[in-house]
């Protein structure tokens, strides 16, 4: 685990926009939501934080996530997380559609658990190996037709 106290701000990142886009936009998926899940309580009625972009510390190699301040509620922090992909995307003018409709989804409810947006944060992603999969296959069967027919 590295030294908290070299992580930098996600605001100043956005800030100076020293980082490539995708790197923090990466960072801000899995890494946060499993920093959440660790700091998320079963008890909804307390709350000592909001989360913000302002709680948001990445490791400079951006593989690490350090939340400073979160809701104890599950239900707030996937929807805070939504505001702030949603203002990141924007800071970024990022157009992935399917992240950006995910964190629509936290913000009106639809997703409400940090187990169901990391499963469709998994979801977002896990069919592109099938299209790599069916080129493989595709390019395979094109080989094979045309070394059988003698090209």
Known sequence: MMDKSNFIPLNEILTRGEYSS???LYALLHP???QLMSKTCDDDNQDN??????SIYLSPSMNEVDVRSASTSENRNVS???AIIL????QINSN???????ANDC???QITTLSQLHLMLERRVSHAIYIILLI?????LALLAFSHLGF
């Open 49 to 54: 934080g909001t989360l913000t972009i302002d």
């Open 22 to 24: 995708s790197r923090v």
């Open 96 to 102: 992935d559609k399917k992240l950006a409709k995910i």
């Open 32 to 34: 946060l939501v499993e």
């Open 136 to 140: 493989i296959i595709i390019s395979g």
């Open 87 to 90: 203002d990141v995307m924007k």
């Open 80 to 82: 805070d997380w939504g």
């Open 107 to 109: 913000l009106t409810g």
